[in-house]
């Protein structure tokens, strides 16, 4: 093993310093589907892209297998998304003792808390309903009203003194939230990370990275504009969404869409009256116009909620992985358009 | 009393599974009443199992559709009623090991059926309806088949017991012995898809069975064990969907741990045949 391993990974070094290779792609791990497919897109025919967890995986519960390692052993640079999202990769880089360079897409953004989606929730009990001053503490309640306006003007830069002050919350999830690439700005600074990694590496190729890259940034500003026009177009009353997925703190933050936890939806054999009464108070009190839920399987236990909230139930929303390549969100773009398909089909009227 | 009022004042879907659960409740209970004099309580179990691949088969080709859902299980449970009466009038085996073997090789057949093309979680869905996503069509569904459940019990009740009591009786008396008795079959088949509908199949059997086991502490009449056994299974739903609503349990086994709860304490404390009865008899003398 040991052996195998200093052969694979003085391959990699050789790889790296001769330039007679150059002419072979360049050997790019990206830590999973979403990022992949950015990769591919800035390193164009240049470089040969590894994804480790594929296409509706799972990067949180992520098992690297021998064969992970021997790939992260032989790549030249490592994509990764940072904050916290891939817990395995410190290890699996020491353990395959690759030499890659690597690239952590997100040290460019500013990152936002996983407090975000609580506080837009209470946002969101404060506009439309007076119980939840009764039934919540009156500090906290007032903590929230500049996070409600905030979310309404957009206002980005209060984000940051949001995050700290989550920072001293006790909330479970702990610190920041990775799941920035659902900001297509966040996105952009993403593809700038991956274009310099790239060019660092492999320098013969800097002007390439840099076409594929403005190309790329194009698309992703037309995205940009066609999602903020999409829910510019949304009325006000209409733009609260419960979901399952704790994943749409930025895209919420930057595109003024609330996100709320579903409450009480837990076990997925069966519901409980409980859980069901919860969720409909919720969805009644808070003013939600759609549903995403996809942990109630139970279609017909979706249209009982749905029929007597008004809410519209909506379709799945794709957060951490992309679908395979037949299916509705094959690449980043495709992705976010899917997504904002499912929310403005739900959200409209 | 607000905790007993309110979930059903405030929400639709708690009036609905109540409204479900009473049209069961008088529905399926007479029926289990009567397969209990029968000595057919298993009869019930193996006919739940039995329309399992009719149901997967509709939801194979439909989805959660009910009337796919229905149509595939009443056809199911007719066929294996059916089948095992015929081999039980024409071979050696008896009803009750011909039923065994049809249901059996049902059971196979739709757990064969769902996993081919769904999940295992598919399957949990058809095994575990709920109570709590009734809809117009359902809710109809239950109260038509609840009707012509005791429309026809009401036609055919005087045979109906005389089977019960003396089958062989009935036979040599009138040429209805045979029809009463797959007409009856055909009635716990409709109530089982019923139940299933609202509560999914493995837990339809028990509403049906459970409160007619109670009422036999209670009452010795056929009339009286019928009131009994429907005020009891309406009892379980409304504490089952109650304990459902307020410990945050899932409505269906609540419901029939509910109605299993009714049943021990019948068997402890019931007037007719219960244990108080006969190891404490002097109460029943006096009285």
Redesign the interface.
């Known amino acids: 093993m040991l052996t195998r391993r200093l052969l694979l990974a003085s391959a990699a070094a050789l790889a790296l310093v001769s330039p007679a290779f150059a002419q072979e792609k360049l050997k790019v791990i990206a830590t999973f589907s979403i990022l992949g497919d950015i990769v591919a897109n800035v390193g164009g025919d240049r470089v040969d892209v590894t994804t480790l967890v594929g296409p509706d995986g799972d990067a949180h519960v992520f098992q690297p297998s021998p064969a992970d390692a021997e790939a992260v052993a032989g790549a030249q640079v490592i994509v990764a998304n940072g904050l916290g999202f891939e817990g395995w990769m410190d290890r699996l880089v020491k353990a395959s003792g690759t030499r890659a360079a690597m690239v952590v897409v997100s040290d460019g953004i500013s990152p936002i808390s996983f407090g975000e989606e609580d506080h837009a929730e209470e946002a969101g009990h404060e506009g439309h309903d007076d119980h939840a001053a009764e039934e919540e503490g009156h500090e906290d309640h007032e903590g929230h009203e500049d996070h409600a306006e905030e979310a309404g003007h957009e206002d980005h830069e209060g984000h940051e003194d949001h995050a700290e002050e989550a920072g001293h919350d006790d909330h479970g999830h702990g610190a920041l939230d990775p799941h920035a690439w659902q900001s297509v700005t966040n996105v952009a600074l993403y593809v700038g990370a991956i274009e310099r990694g790239l060019a660092a590496a492999d320098p013969a190729g800097a002007e390439t990275y840099k076409a594929n890259a403005a190309a790329y940034l194009a698309e992703l500003d037309a995205l940009d504009a066609d999602i903020r026009a999409a829910i510019a177009a949304l009325p006000e009353d209409r733009r609260t969404v419960v979901t399952s997925h704790d994943a749409f703190g930025y895209f919420a933050a930057d595109y003024g869409l609330t996100f709320v936890a579903p409450q009480?939806v837990s076990?997925?054999?069966?519901?409980?009256?409980?859980?069901?009464?919860a969720l409909?108070t919720q969805i009644k009190d808070a003013g939600i116009a759609a549903v995403f839920v996809e942990n109630i399987?139970?279609?017909?236990?979706l249209?009982?909620?749905a029929?007597?909230t008004g809410a519209r139930i909506g379709g799945t929303l794709y957060s951490d992985a992309l679908s395979g390549p037949e299916g509705p969100a094959g690449t980043y773009l495709t992705m976010m358009r899917h997504n904002l398909g499912q929310l403005t089909a739900a959200l409209s009227q | 009393m607000n905790w007993l009022i309110d979930?059903f004042a405030?929400?639709?879907?708690?009036q609905?599974?109540l409204l479900g659960c009473l049209a069961i409740s008088l529905g399926a209970t007479p029926v289990g009443v009567f397969l209990l004099l029968r000595r057919m309580s298993l009869t019930g179990d193996a006919m739940a199992h039995a329309i399992l691949p009719g149901a997967a088969v509709g939801y194979l080709v439909a989805?959660?559709n009910l009337g796919a859902m229905t149509l595939g299980g009443v056809a199911a449970g007719l066929v294996v009623a059916v089948m095992t009466g015929a081999v039980a009038r024409f071979t050696d085996l008896r009803e009750d090991a011909s039923l065994a073997a049809f249901y059996l090789i049902s059971l196979a057949l739709g757990v064969l059926l769902v996993s081919l093309k769904g999940s295992n979680?598919d399957l949990?869905?058809v095994l575990?309806g709920?109570v709590?996503?009734?809809?117009d069509a359902?809710l109809t569904l239950l109260c038509a088949i609840t009707t012509f459940t005791l429309v026809t019990l009401a036609l055919v009740f005087r045979p109906l017991v005389l089977e019960c009591a003396d089958p062989r009786f009935l036979a040599s008396v009138s040429r209805w012995s045979g029809p009463v008795h797959f007409l009856f079959l055909g009635l716990v088949v409709l109530n089982l898809v019923a139940g299933f509908q609202a509560l999914g199949t493995l837990m339809a059997v028990g509403i049906m069975i459970l409160p007619a086991a109670a009422a036999r502490f209670w009452a010795s009449s056929i009339g009286g064990m019928l009131a009994v056994a429907a005020a009891i299974a309406a009892t379980s739903s409304v504490v089952g969907?109650l304990a459902?609503?307020?410990?945050?349990?899932?409505?269906?086994?609540?419901i029939i741990l509910a109605a299993g709860m009714l049943y021990l304490a019948s068997l402890c404390f019931g007037p007719t045949g219960s244990l108080a009865a006969r190891f404490w008899p002097r109460a029943h003398l006096e009285a």
Request: hydrophobic content about 45%; cysteine-free; aromatic content about 8%.
């Open positions: 009480g076990t997925e054999a069966e519901a409980s009256a409980q859980d069901v009464a409909i399987a139970d279609r017909r236990l249209d009982q909620i029929t007597e | 979930p405030d929400f639709a879907f708690m609905r599974a989805g959660l979680v949990m869905h575990f709920t709590l996503a009734l809809d359902a969907l459902s609503y307020h410990a945050g349990l899932p409505s269906g086994p609540a």
